[in-house]
């Protein structure tokens, strides 16, 4: 997944003015306006780096003068101890826009880093780890973009990359074979289906309308397995719900193709970064 600069920019400036507003007292009081001095990123934790450039950018925003030096890029290991980057610029800017920074660095290392533990707790099966759409308002380009650094995909961005019969589209329209026929009268032909099933009886009639992706919301492994020889191959399966650190290997066995996981965006760890001036 490739960011572009507009995204971050306006994602950053959008921080930037909730957190300064139109002056940083302190700052602004304190330091003198041509005083000049040099930072750097230390890794206080181990794990996956994402969001660097991210960062540094919130230092040439605020002073174009800022000359940045990173030594750790995005998707490379850090661990505890290691100086990821280092910026020169206007002190005033190194102060104003540090915690900015360091919510965005932090956040996404621990998306890419929580994505990355559960990549490799499923290494030699056949699934793949995916995102939701369970991300914080505002930011999920930024969240789908660390999932992708940590080894993960992405799973649908928007509302309008798929459509996806949830229990409440079923619920709202009446019936599964009933919701499948109206959507495939009035969408476009690139556009895949994907539903929604808790179990196996429901599996079999997603399987005779013949949808490309079924969700196997909540089941048992047994029942996911169970689920994989009835679709041989027909359809992808997706597992979702209550999935963990201690379940994603047992769950990955049973021959799905993704497990998606809103707790790589909705409730993540963030990474253990600080910001230290030379002296």
Do not use: W
Request: a negative charge; charged letters at 25%.
């Amino acid at each position: 997944m490739k960011l572009m600069q507009f995204q971050i920019d306006d994602i950053i400036k959008t921080a930037l003015l909730e957190d300064i507003n139109y002056i940083d007292v302190t700052t602004d009081y304190l330091v003198d306006d041509e005083k000049t001095d040099t930072a750097y990123y230390l890794a206080k934790d181990d794990g996956v780096l994402c969001g660097i450039d991210i960062a540094m950018r919130v230092f040439t925003l605020l002073d174009d003068t800022a000359r940045c030096e990173i030594l750790i890029r995005d998707g490379e290991p850090a661990k505890k101890g290691d100086i990821i980057a280092r910026i020169t610029a206007h002190t005033r800017a190194l102060l104003k826009g540090e915690r900015t920074a360091l919510n965005l660095i932090q956040h996404l290392s621990g998306i890419a880093t929580a994505t990355n533990r559960c990549v490799k707790l499923i290494e030699g099966t056949k699934a793949t780890i995916a995102d939701t759409r369970k991300t914080l308002p505002g930011l999920r380009v930024l969240q789908k973009y660390a999932v992708t650094v940590g080894g993960g995909r992405n799973h649908r961005y928007n509302l309008s990359d798929c459509a996806m019969l949830k229990d409440t589209h079923l619920d709202a329209y009446g019936s599964m074979t009933g919701a499948v026929t109206a959507l495939r009268e009035k969408m476009g032909h690139t556009v895949k289906i994907e539903v929604e099933v808790g179990s196996l009886e429901e599996l079999r009639e997603a399987l005779d309308l013949g949808v490309e992706i079924i969700m196997l919301d909540n089941m048992s492994c047994e029942q996911m397995a169970e689920a994989v020889k009835l679709t041989a191959g027909r359809a992808k399966l997706e597992a979702s719900g209550n999935v963990t650190a201690e379940t994603i290997r047992a769950i990955a066995e049973t021959g799905v193709d993704i497990i998606s996981m809103g707790a790589l965006t909705h409730s993540v760890k963030a990474f253990d970064i600080s910001m230290k001036m030379e002296k």
